[in-house]
């Protein structure tokens, strides 16, 4: 079973809805998720960061993390053509362990 | 401003030569890390580095060489022992706190 499990899409979405994406990872001393949006040819930009357990929210976007079930996620309100790229999962295990694991991404399409 | 600096965009190697790719941070992030991309598989780790002088292998190291002289430069050598060197490579840093990575913008690798 691969650490960080992520659903490859393609996921279309039309203008004005709301997108969820998710990953499920195996890991229970992970302690500290990410997500970030990579446009095509670009390099991964960092759009949200939680630790433990819970909601956090940033405009139009909410990252939830359920550690009981292992379960990530990327909410997306009113999502407009600029949303559409692939958004990566990843997870750390906390301070002072460098490395993150990411999921291989999820491309979304925002139709206009 | 602060950031990850890849170059060059865009790469262009015969076969049987080796080439360097160059990342530079002003970060002052102490590890530094760099992934290959390709479609369908994610990102996969190469080669990282927590400090200056000292590096670890990856999951794909094989064909792949680094140095770490400097705190803020991590280059990469593809080698002409890689078989299938065309990718997109993506460079990143960290500070030693944890949190998450800043990602370079990219180099895309053609050997033609």
């Known amino acids: 079973q691969k650490e960080v499990e992520q659903d490859p899409g393609p996921l279309s979405v039309p203008e004005g809805a709301i997108v969820s994406l998710n990953c499920t990872y195996s890991?229970?001393?992970?302690?500290?998720f990410m997500w970030y949006r990579q446009y095509s040819r670009k390099g991964p930009e960092l759009l949200m960061y939680?630790?433990?357990?819970g909601n956090k929210e940033d405009g139009r976007f909410t990252a939830q993390v359920d550690k009981s079930s292992k379960y990530i996620s990327l909410f997306i309100r009113d999502s407009q053509p600029s949303d559409s790229a692939t958004y990566l999962c990843?997870?750390?295990?906390?301070?002072?362990?460098?490395?993150?694991?990411f999921g291989k991404g999820t491309k979304l399409s925002v139709i206009p | 401003d602060g950031g990850i600096t890849q170059s060059p965009k865009y790469l262009f190697r015969k076969e049987g030569q080796n080439v360097t790719l160059s990342c530079e941070q002003n970060?002052?992030?102490?590890?530094m890390y760099w992934y290959r991309q390709d479609p369908g598989q994610g990102l996969r780790l190469i080669y990282y580095?927590?400090?200056?002088?000292?590096?670890q292998k990856g999951d794909i190291a094989e064909g792949y060489s680094v140095s770490r002289e400097k705190k803020e430069s991590f280059p990469l050598t593809v080698t002409s022992a890689q078989k299938n060197p065309t990718a997109f490579y993506l460079c990143?840093?960290?500070?030693?706190?944890?949190?998450?990575?800043?990602f370079g913008s990219g180099t895309r690798l053609t050997v033609v």
């Open positions: 990143a840093s960290s500070p030693r706190q944890g949190g998450g990575y800043t």
């Open positions: 890991n229970s001393a992970f302690q500290y």
């Open positions: 939680t630790y433990s357990s």
């Open positions: 990843a997870t750390g295990v906390g301070a002072g362990s460098y490395q993150l694991t």
């Open positions: 970060l002052n992030h102490d590890a």
């Open positions: 580095s927590q400090i200056v002088n000292d590096f």
